[in-house]
């Protein structure tokens, strides 16, 4: 059984940079008014999980993902926890291929998942988890297919944790249950006639993408540094853990915590701003177990404990 301590281990492996995050996360967010269900967290939210996750690599696995990542701009998990989602604009049609990699749409409302029925050739979110986590595993693969398969990892196992990516309401993750959002939020990414009167236009999954995380004076170091001084969630023994698991997981949480937001008892298309206010720790413990997970995937896959 792995264990993985969660130590104070050393920063990020970059430095700080402000307006580059904002645009960043502000040109992902603008493809949310077109995207389908494959774009979760937005772009700070998979940074997170990859900065965090990256803290806790034990030294095998930092120095194999060193040497994987050495030719990429920003040669670090966080750096490439996007690249799955920008294909869309680099390779649209490896996008195209890969699209259905980042989600799961679970048929039955126990949450149960069914290869079967619910992944289908392994064209889901589990499925790619799975496969691209044995192209890593596997040293006799290129170097050039085991840098894509971990920086689809990275990405995937954040997609995973975010509850609306595995879900049983056959609304593409909420990307068909609209939503108006009062909030004094206004991303230059959405269309101004969005934005009336302090009410934003929007779907569930987009709330979940961008404002429920959404939190000013914090660049993405920082906000690395406070989840990490935060304890840690209790959470099932990762090396016993399945993608499935997660997925099953991600999707209870749903119901349970009422990410489908209610009203006197009935569901409710308007939200206000305590909406994001009281959903913002669940989304920081998805970020953080997600986080955790990946570790010790690497870790178990590339570093000490393979």
């Known amino acids: 059984m792995i264990r993985l301590p969660f130590r104070r281990a050393g920063r990020a492996g970059h430095s700080s940079r402000p307006r580059r995050a904002a645009l960043l996360a502000a040109g992902l967010l603008a493809a949310l008014l077109i995207a ?3 774009i979760a967290w937005s772009a700070l939210g998979h940074k997170l999980v990859g900065a965090l996750a990256q ?7 930092r120095a194999e993902v060193a040497r994987l990542l050495a030719g990429e701009p920003d040669p670090t998990l966080a750096g490439v926890a996007t690249w799955a989602d920008t294909l869309r604009d680099s390779d649209p049609d490896r996008f195209k291929q890969t699209s259905r990699w980042h989600y799961v749409n679970l048929s039955s409302d ?4 069914a290869p079967e029925r619910d992944c289908k050739d392994g064209q889901c979110v589990i499925g790619a988890i799975a496969a691209q986590r044995a192209i890593l595993a596997d040293r006799t693969q290129p170097d050039a297919a085991r840098r894509d398969a971990l920086k689809f990892l990275v ?7 975010q509850p609306l990516h595995a879900n049983a309401r056959n609304d593409q993750g909420g990307n068909k249950y609209q939503v108006s959002l009062r909030t004094d939020i206004e991303p230059e990414a959405y269309a101004r006639d969005r934005y009336i009167g302090g009410v934003m236009g929007t779907n569930l999954h987009s709330v979940w993408d961008y404002y429920v995380l959404a939190e000013r004076g914090l660049d ?7 989840l990490d001084r935060e304890p840690w969630p209790p959470v ?5 853990a399945t993608p499935a698991a997660w997925a099953s997981e991600s999707c209870a949480l749903t119901e349970l915590r009422q990410l489908y937001p209610k009203q006197n008892g009935q569901e409710t298309h308007k939200l206000d701003q305590g ?12 970020i953080r177990i997600a986080a955790y997970r990946l570790a010790t995937l690497l870790n178990q896959t590339l570093g000490q404990a393979q």
């Open 36 to 38: 389908g269900p494959v």
């Open 55 to 61: 803290r806790h690599l034990d030294p095998a696995a």
């Open 110 to 113: 126990s949450c149960r998942y």
């Open 155 to 161: 990405h995937f196992v954040g997609d995973v944790h």
């Open 220 to 226: 993405l170091a920082q906000y690395a540094d406070r």
């Open 236 to 240: 099932m023994d990762a090396s016993a």
């Open 275 to 286: 909406y994001s206010e009281k959903h913002r720790a669940l989304a920081e413990q998805r």
